[in-house]
Every structure is written in structure tokens, then in C-alpha cells.
């Protein structure tokens, strides 16, 4: 069934996501963006393009490790 192979991609693309994140794996990340991607973090203007993201997330993480 199409739906379930759906389902499992959306699970591995979550669980990928979640091992980046927790990792602070920029380049991890941006592997899962299409080529042309927009973020719009909440509460920020949207970003633009992996080049503009990975600055963007390098400053989320060096922030979270400063909280530490």
C-alpha cells in the first residue's frame, strides 16, 4: 500500500531530522532540504537558499551550546 510507504518515508525523514538536530549536524540537516529551500523560522524573516540556512542553523547551535 502506497500510503504505508508513505508513512515509513515521513518516519525515517522525522527520524533523520531528530539524529541531525540532536547532533548539531548543520550539513546533516541541509541534506534533507530540497535544492531550493525556504525556512521560516517563527517569529524571523524567511531564509533563503542552504547557503543562507547553514549560517543560520551554525548560529542556533552555537547558541544552544553556549546555554549549556
Not at 27 to 37: F, G, I, K, T, V
Not at 50 to 56: E, L, M, T, W
Request: hydrophobic content about 45%.
Amino acid at each position: 500500500m502506497k500510503q504505508s510507504g508513505d508513512i515509513a518515508a515521513i518516519k525515517r525523514l522525522a527520524e533523520n531530522w531528530r539524529c541531525g538536530w540532536l547532533a548539531g549536524d548543520v550539513e546533516a540537516l541541509l541534506a534533507l532540504y530540497a535544492d531550493d529551500p525556504v525556512l521560516m523560522p517563527w517569529g524571523q524573516p524567511p531564509v533563503f537558499g542552504k547557503d543562507a540556512i547553514r549560517p543560520f542553523y551554525q548560529s542556533v547551535f552555537k547558541g544552544l551550546r553556549n546555554q549549556e
